[in-house]
């Protein structure tokens, strides 16, 4: 059965950092590619960052480009976002995604979400 | 960017009724690369329909989509308890991909 698990999400101040994680069971990560979506509360979903299969590329929204870093462990199975630099508009339930390729990417199986806050 | 709107913002339906959710693109969404997820309160997104009509694994057959160019709507065909929840398009025929804000189903 897939899973995905995030963890490291909390409540931090504007220009902190933090570093999400996602842990995949019930497949090999580095055979897909993975995405981060978020979503602000009571807002819709926002495509954050993608990482292909086997990591030859990132991807990132023009909103988090040049702060957050998206990677993978692949012998712990494990995927990250290093979202530095933070702002009050990145204050989200960060889902981690597992990823299928159109043009763009669509998603087939999520985690549970971490939420983020980012507040004075 | 594709902005996606659905409609209506809120379906109040009771069990056993059908229920039919739009999608409009702001331009044709190639090759129909359109899904549609379910979410309910406090769970992970659940993949329904991909390709704008095709179920994906062990998605019951009330659940169906349809359309092409910037129109796709999602059917249910009769309401079980378990469906109430907030519904997302997507589209994934350009980048960025992008979703659009969501249909509540809540029971009437």
């Known amino acids: 059965e897939v899973q995905l698990l995030e963890s490291g999400g909390g409540l931090l101040q504007p220009g902190g950092s933090l570093r999400l994680s996602c842990a995949a069971s019930g497949f090999t990560l580095s055979s897909y590619a993975m995405t981060w979506v978020r979503q602000a509360p009571g807002k819709g979903l926002e495509w954050v960052s993608t990482?292909?299969?086997?990591?030859?590329?990132?991807y990132y929204a023009d909103s988090v480009k040049g702060r957050f870093t998206i990677s993978r462990d692949s012998s712990k199975n494990t995927l990250s976002l290093q979202m530095n630099s933070l702002r009050a508009e990145d204050t989200a339930v960060y889902y981690c995604?597992?990823?299928?390729?159109?043009?763009?990417?669509?998603?087939?199986?999520w985690g549970q979400g971490t939420l983020v806050t980012v507040s004075s | 960017e594709i902005v996606l709107t659905q409609s209506p913002g809120t379906l109040s339906l009771s069990p056993g009724e059908r229920a039919t959710l739009s999608c409009r693109a702001s331009q044709s969404v190639t090759s129909s690369y359109l899904a549609w997820y379910q979410q309910k309160p406090g769970q992970a997104p659940r993949l329904l329909i991909y390709g704008a009509s095709s179920r994906a694994t062990g998605i019951p057959d009330r659940f169906s989509g349809s359309g092409s160019g910037t129109d796709f709507t999602l059917t249910i065909s009769g309401l079980e308890p378990e469906d109430f929840a907030v519904y997302f398009c997507q589209q994934y025929g350009s980048s960025p991909t992008t979703f659009g804000q969501g249909t509540k189903v809540e029971i009437k």
């Open positions: 995604a597992r990823t299928l390729v159109g043009v763009s990417v669509y998603f087939d199986y």
């Open positions: 990482i292909s299969a086997g990591g030859g590329g990132t």
